[in-house]
């Protein structure tokens, strides 16, 4: 079983505040995926990091895939009440995908 | 708009009872996946299907079973319902087995009783 760990598990800030997810896993993936879902809706793909070290930017989010591709961590810069919803990381390994536990954020105006 | 669909969108099922899932792939996509996720955690794998084949499965009973049709959409079945069953129930498609982005559809809400 490949286990994705997220932290922290709830998240609830100020409108304007930074902020870092972390996904973490002793296994290997040949890339990782950040979604943001929203309640009673699917995940909605934000990004995929596909080499180790590797930094993406999205606007005010900032993804990095670790150098041994076992981890990545998601930061957000001055966040607003529209970035609140559940933010999940997926590794892909073997053509299936393994998601983390997930982390709800909400972001207070 | 992801282009994948999904129906029904809620559906309510008593234990014991069968239900059919149904997925509409995003046009040129072969390969569908289901995942199951209980409120406010991440999905879980239930298994994949790739050109009408499986190619995959999650730790789920064989009560939980698929098909996958010649235009690529897709069906979930579950057999002999339980009350843990209740869950969204999740498809995503992919362009083929090998790709690395997957696209979600909006989910079916199903609650047994």
């Known amino acids: 079983t490949q286990l994705l760990e997220q932290s922290p598990q709830f998240l609830s800030i100020q409108e304007g505040e930074n902020l870092t997810v972390y996904c973490n896993s002793s296994s290997v993936f040949s890339s990782l995926q950040w979604y943001r879902q929203e309640p009673g809706e699917g995940p909605v793909l934000l990004v995929t990091v596909v080499t180790g070290g590797e930094v993406k930017k999205l606007k005010r989010l900032t993804f990095q895939f670790g150098d041994a591709r076992k981890d990545s961590s998601l930061h957000i810069t001055a966040a607003q009440p529209g970035d609140t919803g559940l933010y999940l990381c997926?590794?892909?390994?073997?053509?299936?995908?393994?998601f983390g536990t997930g982390t709800s954020l909400t972001v207070i105006p | 708009e992801t282009g994948v669909t999904q129906s029904p969108t809620h559906l309510i099922k008593t234990r014991g009872q069968q239900v059919t899932l149904r997925c509409s792939s995003q046009?040129?996509?072969?390969?569908v996946s289901w995942y199951q996720q209980a409120l406010g955690q991440g999905p879980q794998f239930i298994f994949q299907y790739y050109r009408e084949e499986e190619n995959g499965r999650g730790n789920f009973p064989p009560r939980f079973s698929g098909l996958q049709f010649p235009n690529y959409s897709s069906e979930l079945n579950v057999n002999a319902l339980e009350l843990d069953d209740s869950a969204l129930y999740l498809c995503?498609?992919?362009?083929?087995?090998?790709?690395?982005?997957?696209?979600f559809g909006p989910g079916t809400r199903l609650t047994v009783l």
């Open positions: 997926a590794g892909a390994s073997g053509n299936q995908f393994y």
């Open positions: 995503a498609s992919r362009r083929e087995l090998s790709t690395d982005t997957q696209y």
């Open positions: 046009s040129g996509h072969n390969t």
